[in-house]
């Protein structure tokens, strides 16, 4: 899929929307926020570098080309212990023999006991999207985590801004639901999040669900490169002279996190050198005054 970028001058860059993107993740209980996991609870990721196999237990279409996958934890009053921006592993041997391993954010309730999603969308390409898409429940997948992120403190910002496209809303997703749920605190959020089309916006249903119930907190621009059917959000780009008007100017009181597929990151933020080395700030955000240390790619 395309969607395209622009800077001040005016060129367009091809973007594709939608790699499987690296992580972030919080947790929650079912009726109230908690900052931590009680310690009596039965965590199953525990950062022991250990590969867990668990059971497909239903799949769901979201859209023609991304899927909502539900795996069984091993009870029923198990929880999966991932604190917020933080990823887990998942895995999968070959016919040859060679492993085949990808990051995922959990979605929805990271504190729902015995179960939780995974959304993810079908690369042709992409050996463990083609994997994923050939499963049957109650088949399995081997899990293991949590890969931590950023270390979010609740009010450590006035505010902040989130920017995606594709399934780089997955760990974006994370924070605002956490931030929205969490009654302590007050950061409000603003997401831009870029899709071709309406179809293909993620976890809508969702956030526009976090947005009508907390919009002191929560406000999300859309933008699809076609509109087709009802829409009501921006037609086009994601451009910098939108930003500069609606996000947050730099200081010490914001910060940006952004995740997306590798053109977008690039036009935007330039790329992550590793898992440990953000790389250096360039692009759209650096030319609007914001400093390596007030953005975060995920």
Same mark, same amino acid.
């Given at each position: 899929?395309?969607?395209?970028?622009?800077?001040?001058?005016?060129?367009?860059?091809?973007?594709?929307?939608?790699?499987?993107?690296?992580?972030?993740?919080?947790?929650?209980?079912?009726?109230?926020?908690?900052?931590?996991?009680?310690?009596?609870?039965?965590?199953?990721?525990?950062?022991?570098?250990? #590969?867990?196999?668990?059971?497909?237990?239903?799949?769901?279409?979201?859209?023609?080309?991304?899927?909502?996958?539900?795996?069984?934890?091993?009870?029923?009053?198990?929880?999966?212990?991932?604190?917020?921006?933080?990823?887990?592993?998942?895995?999968?041997?070959?016919?040859?023999?060679?492993?085949?391993?990808?990051?995922?954010?959990?979605?929805?309730?990271?504190?729902?006991?015995?179960?939780?999603?995974?959304?993810?969308?079908?690369?042709?390409?992409?050996?463990?999207?083609?994997?994923?898409?050939?499963?049957?429940?109650?088949?399995?997948?081997?899990?293991?985590?949590?890969?931590?992120?950023?270390? #979010?403190?609740?009010?450590?910002?006035?505010?902040?801004?989130?920017?995606?496209?594709?399934?780089?809303?997955?760990?974006?997703?994370?924070?605002?639901?956490?931030?929205?749920?969490?009654?302590?605190?007050?950061?409000?959020?603003?997401?831009?999040?870029?899709?071709?089309?309406?179809?293909?916006?993620?976890?809508?249903?969702?956030?526009?669900?976090?947005?009508?119930?907390?919009?002191?907190?929560?406000?999300?621009?859309?933008?699809?490169?076609?509109?087709?059917?009802?829409?009501?959000?921006?037609?086009?780009?994601?451009?910098?002279?939108?930003?500069?008007?609606?996000?947050?100017?730099?200081?010490?009181?914001?910060?940006?996190?952004?995740?997306?597929?590798?053109?977008?990151?690039?036009?935007?933020?330039?790329?992550?050198?590793?898992?440990?080395?953000?790389?250096?700030?360039?692009?759209?955000?650096?030319?609007?005054?914001?400093?390596?240390?007030?953005?975060?790619?995920?």
């Amino acid at each position: 899929m395309l969607t395209r970028l622009t800077r001040t001058n005016n060129k367009i860059l091809p973007i594709v929307i939608g790699s499987a993107a690296v992580a972030c993740s919080a947790y929650y209980a079912s009726r109230f926020y908690h900052p931590i996991l009680n310690e009596s609870s039965k965590t199953v990721f525990k950062g022991d570098d250990q #590969w867990i196999d668990l059971k497909l237990s239903h799949i769901e279409d979201v859209s023609h080309d991304t899927r909502r996958f539900t795996f069984q934890l091993p009870e029923a009053d198990s929880e999966l212990g991932l604190t917020l921006c933080s990823a887990l592993l998942a895995k999968y041997v070959t016919p040859k023999g060679s492993n085949v391993i990808r990051p995922y954010t959990p979605v929805g309730d990271l504190a729902e006991k015995g179960s939780f999603q995974l959304v993810i969308k079908h690369y042709g390409d992409g050996k463990m999207t083609n994997h994923l898409f050939g499963l049957h429940p109650p088949e399995t997948v081997s899990f293991k985590g949590p890969i931590k992120k950023f270390p #979010w403190k609740e009010n450590a910002f006035d505010s902040i801004t989130l920017l995606g496209a594709g399934t780089g809303i997955n760990p974006l997703f994370q924070l605002i639901h956490h931030i929205a749920k969490n009654p302590n605190d007050k950061t409000k959020v603003n997401v831009f999040y870029g899709n071709k089309t309406p179809a293909d916006i993620l976890l809508k249903k969702e956030m526009d669900a976090l947005q009508k119930e907390h919009p002191d907190k929560v406000k999300i621009t859309y933008f699809v490169d076609q509109k087709e059917g009802e829409y009501d959000g921006e037609i086009g780009f994601i451009t910098k002279d939108f930003i500069e008007a609606q996000a947050a100017k730099p200081d010490e009181n914001t910060h940006i996190f952004i995740c997306g597929p590798p053109p977008f990151m690039k036009a935007y933020s330039g790329p992550k050198v590793s898992p440990s080395d953000q790389g250096e700030l360039v692009g759209i955000l650096k030319d609007l005054g914001y400093t390596k240390e007030q953005v975060f790619k995920f």
